[in-house]
C-alpha cells in the first residue's frame, strides 16, 4: 500500500517528513494514478536524502550543464515580478534565476532540499516551500515566470500534466511556462517515457499556446539524453 511505502520512505535519513507524505495521502488518496505515486516515492527516495546530495551530488556541482541550459532558455527569460522553480533540488538553477525576479518562490517535494535553499539562499524576496509533486501552493495568475529545469525529465506524464495544468491556474495573462522535460522516451538517463507530442497534446487539452520549442541534449558534447526545453502561455 502507498501509506505503507511512504512511511518506509520517511524512516530513512533526511527524506521528506511523514506529515508531508500524510498529507498526498489525505488529498490524492485512491484518485491519484498509480504511476504518479510510485514516481513521486522514487523521487523521494532519491532525492530526499540530504547525505547523498552532499556526498554524491555534491550540492548539485555533480553536474556541469547549467551554462548550456541557462543559454538555451535566455531568449525567453525576462525581468519580472514574480518567478516561480518547479522542484529546485539545492538552488543548482535558482541561484542564476534570482536576478531576474523581484520576487523569487522555490518549490520540491523534499524537505532535506527546502531546508538547504532557506539556509544558502536568506534573502527577503526569496521564499522555498515544501509542495506535494504534483500541485503548485500559491494563489491564481501570481507568477510572470515558471520554470522547471533537469528535473521533469524524471517524471511520468501525469506529473508534467499536472503542472501544466497547476502551472496556467498560477501563471498571469502575459506570464511563459518554461518545462524542461524527456523527449523521444528514452530509457536511458533514467529519462522518463515522454515524448514531446504528449506534451503537445497536453498543452491543447488544457486550451494553452505551444510558444516555442528547443531540442538539446543534456550532455552536447556526448550527445546523451536527448531532452527538450517547451515554451508555453
Known amino acids: 500500500r502507498i501509506?505503507?511505502?511512504?512511511?518506509?520512505?520517511?524512516?530513512?535519513?533526511?527524506?521528506?517528513?511523514?506529515?508531508?507524505?500524510?498529507?498526498?495521502?489525505?488529498?490524492?488518496?485512491?484518485?491519484?494514478?498509480?504511476?504518479?505515486?510510485?514516481?513521486?516515492?522514487?523521487m523521494i527516495k532519491t532525492f530526499?536524502?540530504?547525505?547523498?546530495?552532499?556526498?554524491d551530488y555534491q550540492c548539485g556541482n555533480a553536474w556541469h550543464n547549467e551554462d548550456y541550459i541557462l543559454n538555451t532558455i535566455r531568449p525567453y527569460l525576462k525581468k519580472c515580478g514574480n518567478l516561480l522553480e518547479l522542484a529546485v533540488?539545492?538552488?543548482?538553477?535558482?541561484?542564476?534565476?534570482f536576478p531576474y525576479a523581484q520576487k523569487f518562490y522555490g518549490i520540491d517535494l523534499n524537505q532535506?532540499?527546502?531546508?538547504?535553499?532557506r539556509s544558502n539562499f536568506n534573502q527577503k524576496n526569496?521564499?522555498?516551500?515544501?509542495?506535494?509533486?504534483?500541485?503548485?501552493?500559491?494563489?491564481?495568475?501570481?507568477?510572470?515566470?515558471?520554470?522547471?529545469?533537469?528535473?521533469?525529465?524524471?517524471?511520468?506524464?501525469?506529473?508534467?500534466?499536472?503542472y501544466i495544468d497547476q502551472g496556467l491556474r498560477s501563471l498571469n495573462s502575459s506570464g511563459l511556462i518554461i518545462?524542461?522535460?524527456?523527449?523521444?522516451?528514452?530509457?536511458?538517463?533514467d529519462r522518463s517515457h515522454v515524448f514531446n507530442s504528449d506534451v503537445d497534446q497536453m498543452i491543447s487539452k488544457f486550451g494553452a499556446k505551444l510558444v516555442a520549442r528547443e531540442n538539446l541534449w543534456w550532455l552536447p558534447e556526448k550527445k546523451l539524453y536527448n531532452d527538450a526545453i517547451t515554451i508555453i502561455s
Do not use: Q
Open 3 to 42: 501509506s505503507k511505502l511512504l512511511r518506509f520512505c520517511c524512516r530513512k535519513k533526511g527524506f521528506t517528513g511523514e506529515k508531508l507524505c500524510w498529507n498526498i495521502i489525505e488529498r490524492k488518496g485512491d484518485s491519484m494514478e498509480k504511476e504518479i505515486k510510485d514516481c513521486l516515492i522514487t
Open 112 to 117: 532535506c532540499c527546502i531546508d538547504y535553499c
Open 89 to 97: 533540488g539545492y538552488g543548482r538553477f535558482s541561484k542564476h534565476l
Open 48 to 55: 530526499g536524502d540530504h547525505e547523498k546530495w552532499v556526498k
Open 179 to 189: 518545462l524542461h522535460h524527456a523527449s523521444v522516451g528514452e530509457s536511458v538517463g
Open 126 to 162: 526569496i521564499f522555498f516551500d515544501v509542495c506535494d509533486g504534483i500541485s503548485i501552493p500559491y494563489g491564481d495568475c501570481k507568477f510572470d515566470l515558471i520554470i522547471s529545469l533537469d528535473s521533469l525529465v524524471h517524471v511520468v506524464p501525469g506529473i508534467i500534466e499536472a
